[in-house]
């Protein structure tokens, strides 16, 4: 396992010099931000970023995201010339020795949630998810950190009707088209692709989400037989679903060698089925953090792992979820269960 840590380039507050002294970390997860969704990025602010990174004693490896323009997602438009630009930047991307390309197939949506600093009793403040205030939400008015801020009102209705008619069976025909153009890409340039689940892992405003369960997960890497098409698994995504059993899945999938990335973080979960982020360790949330990283660890996991969003502690402020103090808590706390797990196995 390589613990990595999320940055989001020289105007994150987080500072590399911040990062480079968690102890155990290896590498940053990065982007090119600058660049508009389906374009190809600079080759010059590529190697500028890694020069930067590996300059301060950390790797390069993990790109997280590459995204994925709507068009591809809807099949409609100019998609053709978006996958072959998705394809250069794999290619440019495998060149400056990246080895691990995190994207998603959400439409529309990145991650969502009702509130970004809700108050919890500790004084600490944190994302939540509750279903009551997402119910009241006119999704067009909407912006969320990570979402596509480019879209007027009239568009974003416009988008989300396309994907109405869309509905669930069309999405998986423009993933399987999209799956089978990249893939021999990634493959060729040894580069694995790995598939963020959808957060929350369930339909929202009436528009679908696939990656969502095993069972559909396994109907995903049924879409092309080659070990570079694999898994970013994501507690936080997969884990706030009641009906998704977590650490199940992390030794089904790690086991089959197919989760390349791991996005690892607590949430708990409400009565009716709303959530909250809450500290990585485990008993702040309903997940079972130890029991998670046994089952990566049981299966021999040798890919990039990095603790997801944190609260925001001790007076902190900056992009919600991605602060550094909750983050680099959560690393540590990970680090040190993994030297354990070593250990007990007498590595
Ligand atoms: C949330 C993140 C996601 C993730 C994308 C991957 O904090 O885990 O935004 O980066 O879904 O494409």
Known sequence: MKMTFRWYGSDDPVTLDNIRQIPGMTGVVTAVYSVPAGEVWPTEEIDRMKKEVNDKGLEMEVIESVPVHEDIKLGRGDYKRYIENYKENIRRLAKAGVKCICYNFMPVFDW???????????????????????????????????????????????????????????????????????????????????????????PIFGIPRIITTEENIDRFLALYDDVHHGLTLCSGSLGCAKFNDYAAMVRKYA???????????????????????????????????????????????????????????WGETGKPGYGLYDRALGAMYMTGIWETLDKCKGE
């Open 112 to 202: 969502t949630r009702s509130r970004l600093d809700q108050p919890l009793p500790d004084g600490s403040n944190a994302l939540v998810y509750y279903k009551e205030d997402v119910d009241k939400m006119d999704p067009t008015k909407l912006a969320l950190p990570g979402w596509d801020a480019s879209y007027s009102t009239s568009e974003m209705s416009q988008l989300i009707d396309a994907y109405k008619t869309l509905g669930e069976e069309g999405l998986w025909k423009n993933l399987d088209h999209f799956i089978n153009e990249i893939l021999p890409v990634a493959a060729e340039c040894d580069v694995n692709m790995a598939i963020h689940p959808d957060d929350p892992p369930w």
């Open 255 to 313: 086991g089959m060698g197919r989760i390349h990335f791991a996005h690892v973080r607590n949430v708990k979960i409400l009565d009716d089925g709303s959530f909250e982020e809450s500290a990585h360790y485990s008993p702040c949330g309903s997940l079972d953090i130890v029991e998670i990283l046994k089952a990566y660890h049981d299966a021999g996991f040798n890919g990039y792992l990095r603790p997801d969003h944190g609260r925001m502690i």
